[in-house]
């Protein structure tokens, strides 16, 4: 489904030597796989993560999708193919503050036009347990309920793969476990893709493969 060969990140910064980010990252992940990415703070995951979803651009090395080659699509190209394979799950949840949980599910569909996006939206919530709160703003729902909306955003529009960033990172144990679990349990029965990255050893377990960045090496295994 993903695989990314040799791949570098190097930032050049005003002053000093560059910064090299990641460095010869390999790393292949097949289609239904669910992959956790440990590491500590710095070591590049976030990086990463950017990189397999096509937010940010390698600077040498080569990244299919699908065996389809990223490296030297155009801006248009790369956002096409971003938005109909990936979904994204951030740590501070990355809602928009002023729209209601039904508004911010709907985002990913938007530009695609059709009349099916309505039921969509709420089956979505209906999946993450959120029916009766689709017109909620995300400062009237708790951090597990903002999370949830979240995932169900990253899911709504059938994504290939789904690309989360410490998503229990924002919240208290139980709310944490509770929100993977029904991020894993929707992942799988949606036989989606699912990379995590995070600190935490608890939610490692979960996943099928375990990898971990040091210094942006890319080791394979548990740590
Ligand atoms: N745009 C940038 N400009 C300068 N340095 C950057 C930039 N992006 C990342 N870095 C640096 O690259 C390194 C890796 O950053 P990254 O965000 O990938 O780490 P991380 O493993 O996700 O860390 P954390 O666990 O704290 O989120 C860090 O040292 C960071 O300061
Ligand atoms: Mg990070």
């Known amino acids: 489904?993903?695989?990314?060969?040799d791949a570098t990140k190097t930032i050049s910064l005003p002053f000093g030597s560059p910064l090299h980010v990641l460095r010869g990252v390999s790393l292949q992940?097949?289609?239904?796989?669910?992959?956790a990415v440990l590491g500590r703070s710095g070591s590049g995951k976030s990086t990463l993560l950017g990189l397999l979803g096509l937010i940010d651009t390698l600077n040498s090395g080569s990244y299919k999708v699908d065996g389809r080659?990223?490296?030297?699509?155009?801006?248009?190209?790369?956002?096409?193919?971003?938005?109909?394979t990936f979904g994204f799950v951030y740590q501070r949840f990355c809602l928009m503050n002023h729209l209601s949980a039904f508004r911010n599910v709907e985002a990913p569909l938007l530009h695609r036009g059709g009349i099916a996006w309505r039921q969509a939206v709420i089956n979505a919530l209906d999946k993450v347990g959120l029916a009766d709160r689709a017109w909620h703003k995300p400062d009237q729902l708790s951090?597990?309920?903002q999370q949830r909306v979240a995932i169900a955003r990253a899911l709504v529009h059938n994504p290939k793969v789904i690309l989360a960033d410490e998503p229990t990172g924002s919240l208290d144990v139980a709310t944490g476990?509770?929100?993977?679990?029904l991020m894993v349990e929707l992942v799988?029965?949606?036989g989606v893709t699912l990379v995590v990255v995070t600190h935490d050893p608890q939610i490692a377990?979960?996943?099928?493969?375990?990898?971990?960045l040091v210094d942006g090496v890319l080791m394979e295994g548990r740590p």
Not at 69 to 84: F, I, P, Q, W, Y
């Open 188 to 190: 799988r029965e949606a």
């Open 69 to 84: 080659e990223t490296v030297g699509l155009s801006d248009k190209e790369s956002a096409n193919l971003r938005g109909t």
């Open 1 to 5: 489904m993903l695989e990314l060969v």
């Open 177 to 181: 476990r509770a929100v993977l679990d």
């Open 205 to 212: 377990v979960r996943m099928e493969r375990v990898v971990e």
């Open 29 to 35: 992940i097949a289609a239904g796989e669910s992959l």
């Open 143 to 145: 951090g597990g309920e």
